[in-house]
Nanobody, 116 residues
């Protein structure tokens, strides 16, 4: 069983930065697409950013240019660097490990709150 654990959330003022980290157990990390999602009570869970095993990335339009996703396969860790945060970025952020179409794992989430 793969465990996915997020960290790094918190309270920050608008314009500030946070870096989220996600560590996954097991040996499939390097073969998996890693993604960061976020969810609020008012909105469905949405993809924020994803990174493929080879390093190609994909971003939601609302975060492009402000957020950067990166992975360290030696540490089984994926990061989300979030700069120039705005109140609309407030959400519970989840890390997702997708190995294939039927095998994926989710973390418990880490709260990000951006004050205006």
């Amino acid at each position: 069983q793969v465990q996915v654990v997020e960290s790094g959330g918190g309270l920050v003022q608008a314009g500030g930065s946070l870096r989220l980290s996600c560590v996954a157990s097991g040996s499939i990390f390097r073969f998996s697409i890693m993604g960061w999602y976020r969810q609020t009570p008012e909105k469905q869970r949405e993809l924020v950013a994803a990174i493929a095993p080879g390093g190609s990335t994909n971003y939601a339009g609302s975060v492009k240019g402000r957020f950067t996703i990166a992975r360290d396969n030696a540490k089984n860790t994926v990061y989300l660097q979030m700069n120039n945060l705005i109140p609309e970025d407030t959400a519970l952020y989840y890390c997702n490990l997708r190995y294939n179409s039927v095998t994926e794992y989710w973390g418990q989430g880490t709260q990000v709150t951006v004050s205006s």
